[in-house]
């Protein structure tokens, strides 16, 4: 593997109003994110990610059972294979959010990872599923509703230029997960998230860094833009951005346009600050068995 790796990073906003039909979100959702593909492959990109759930609007606004009607297989559905195909076509790695279904009504916020020739390399399901109101409107992130705690554990997949993990929005609130990649083998860990100003923003340049410091890592952050009707429940504030294991940032987007991000990973900034702070080495697992204890 080469030690410097292109990293490409999409933040897009949901051109279509919730009311409009699932297959149309879909569809117009995938024809858009396919165009920035390329767009980031044309400029570079090896490993690229969608934000979260790419192929509509963060539903979880609200709860209703229509939104169903988007979940697929991983791998086998649609979406995941015609990326797959693109993926080869592009010689790119692609992390692909979607929301997966698994036999009869049962659901999972998942992604899905692409290796640069096509190859589906597995997947990893959202462990930490928020269900929070946002506001006085009644919406909220309704997302026990939707989806299942994930359970295939925290994953790390090695790529054709880098040891991958991936987490998913609120998971980055939770610190063990992040550490948990780190001792998989996490070289860079993707976050695509959906988040709004007024709750998280406050946060959203403080954690990721943090994770990226204690685990000698990369962490791409990823938020999508905009606002979206009808439940207009706060701004997407996009600024998506890779950080470097010493919390620096590499890269920066805007706060509300359709934006691919471009930056360089160099896997000698993960040497150099891993020999710097032995924090593997010095860590006492020994003496956490507290934190894994249910509380009463």
Same mark, same amino acid.
């Given at each position: 593997?080469?030690?410097?790796?292109?990293? +490409?990073?999409?933040?897009?906003? @949901?051109?279509?109003?919730?009311?409009?039909?699932? $297959?149309?979100?879909? %569809?117009?959702? #995938?024809?858009?994110?396919?165009?920035?593909?390329?767009?980031?492959?044309?400029?570079?990109?090896?490993?690229?990610?969608?934000?979260?759930?790419?192929?509509?609007?963060?539903?979880?606004?609200?709860?209703?059972?229509?939104?169903?009607?988007?979940?697929?297989?991983?791998?086998?559905?649609?979406?995941?294979?015609?990326?797959?195909?693109?993926?080869?076509?592009?010689?790119?790695?692609? #992390?692909?959010?979607?929301?997966?279904?698994?036999?009869? =009504?049962?659901?999972?916020?998942? /992604?899905?990872?692409?290796?640069?020739? =096509?190859?589906?390399?597995?997947?990893?399901?959202?462990?930490?599923?928020?269900?929070? +109101?946002?506001?006085?409107? +009644?919406?909220?992130?309704?997302?026990?509703?939707?989806?299942?705690?994930?359970?295939? =554990?925290?994953?790390?997949? %090695?790529?054709?230029?880098?040891?991958?993990?991936?987490?998913?929005?609120?998971?980055?609130?939770?610190?063990? +997960?992040?550490?948990?990649?780190?001792?998989?083998? /996490?070289?860079?860990?993707?976050?695509?998230?959906?988040?709004?100003?007024?709750?998280?923003?406050?946060?959203?340049?403080?954690?990721?860094?943090? $994770?990226?410091?204690?685990? =000698?890592?990369?962490?791409?952050?990823? @938020?999508?833009?905009?606002?979206?009707?009808?439940?207009?429940?706060? %701004?997407?504030?996009?600024?998506?951005?890779?950080?470097?294991?010493?919390?620096?940032?590499?890269?920066?987007?805007?706060?509300?346009?359709?934006?691919?991000?471009?930056?360089?990973?160099?896997?000698?900034?993960?040497?150099?600050?891993?020999?710097?702070?032995?924090?593997?080495?010095?860590?006492?697992?020994?003496?956490?068995?507290?934190?894994?204890?249910?509380?009463?």
């Amino acid at each position: 593997m080469a030690d410097i790796i292109r990293i +490409g990073l999409i933040q897009a906003k @949901n051109d279509i109003h919730g009311d409009e039909p699932v $297959h149309l979100h879909k %569809e117009k959702a #995938i024809e858009k994110h396919e165009r920035m593909v390329r767009e980031a492959a044309a400029k570079g990109a090896q490993i690229i990610c969608l934000q979260e759930i790419f192929y509509g609007p963060y539903f979880c606004a609200e709860q209703k059972p229509k939104w169903y009607e988007s979940a697929e297989e991983v791998p086998n559905g649609p979406t995941v294979q015609l990326f797959s195909s693109l993926a080869h076509e592009l010689g790119t790695v692609l #992390i692909l959010p979607v929301y997966e279904r698994v036999g009869i =009504g049962t659901y999972y916020n998942t /992604a899905a990872v692409i290796d640069a020739d =096509g190859t589906y390399l597995g997947k990893y399901r959202k462990q930490h599923i928020p269900h929070v +109101g946002v506001g006085s409107s +009644g919406c909220g992130f309704w997302e026990k509703y939707y989806f299942k705690p994930g359970n295939l =554990g925290y994953p790390v997949f %090695e790529t054709a230029f880098a040891k991958v993990g991936v987490y998913i929005c609120y998971d980055r609130h939770f610190p063990e +997960g992040a550490r948990l990649l780190g001792l998989n083998g /996490a070289e860079i860990v993707f976050n695509p998230s959906a988040t709004v100003a007024g709750l998280s923003e406050y946060l959203w340049k403080l954690e990721q860094p943090a $994770h990226a410091v204690a685990n =000698g890592y990369y962490v791409a952050a990823i @938020n999508r833009v905009g606002t979206e009707a009808p439940w207009n429940m706060g %701004e997407f504030y996009g600024q998506s951005y890779l950080v470097d294991p010493r919390g620096q940032f590499v890269a920066l987007g805007s706060r509300d346009q359709d934006e691919v991000i471009l930056a360089v990973m160099d896997r000698n900034k993960i040497y150099e600050v891993r020999d710097t702070w032995q924090f593997y080495r010095d860590r006492r697992p020994e003496t956490y068995e507290d934190m894994v204890k249910l509380l009463p």
